[in-house]
């Protein structure tokens, strides 16, 4: 197993890992909470939007976000991880989570860009060409598909399961906020 694999395997699960020791950093504050609720519903909306056009292992999704970047949920992800690091208002353990983000999902991304690369072959060459690998374009990229095919569906969001990613963040912001109580901050 390559690195590559074990990261894209392991990540949720040594996430889980990084997550306890953020949280036993953490020193949350009232306006920490609340700027890194804002900033980290800003990668939620992102990761949201994406997640509504996604269709994983059926086709090469390059409508929506992915006209912009190729990886929108993961731009989404660095900026719901940027919230909790200011939630958590803790400058090591902001600096675990952002770390952590930018080795683990810096090897995910290589990883899946092999794999779309060996399935859609010329297709995905041609978009990488076009849309960039992370930071987003200002504007959609040339050829992009704009039909309403490809429009966001509700129904794919649920799919992918997105929900999820929601939950997990309004149950970290409790436990932040749990913890500023106990520490009677």
């Not at 953020?22 to 700027?35: D, I, K, M, Y």
């Not at 900033?39 to 976000?65: H, N």
């Not at 794919?156 to 901050?185: C, D, P, S």
């Amino acid at each position: 197993m390559t690195a590559l694999d074990f990261f894209a395997r392991w990540r949720v699960r040594l996430g889980y890992v990084v997550a306890i020791a953020v949280l036993w950093l953490a020193h949350p504050t009232p306006l920490s909470l609340v700027l890194g609720a804002v900033v980290g519903a800003g990668g939620l909306g992102i990761r949201g939007y994406a997640a509504g056009y996604l269709q994983k292992q059926e086709v090469l999704t390059t409508s929506g976000p992915y006209g912009r970047t190729r990886n929108p949920l993961y731009l989404g992800s660095s900026i719901l991880t940027a919230g909790a690091a200011i939630a958590a208002h803790s400058w090591w353990g902001g600096a675990l989570l952002l770390f952590y983000f930018a080795l683990v999902y810096r090897l995910v991304m290589r990883r899946e860009e092999k794999e779309m690369r060996a399935k859609h072959g010329a297709a995905f060459d041609d978009y990488a060409t076009r849309v960039p690998l992370f930071l987003p374009r200002v504007t959609t990229a040339a050829g992009e598909s704009s039909n309403a095919a490809a429009a966001f569906s509700w129904a794919q969001y649920k799919k992918n399961h997105e929900y999820e990613a929601a939950l997990g963040f309004l149950l970290l912001l409790i436990v932040l906020t749990v913890i500023w109580r106990l520490r009677g901050q």
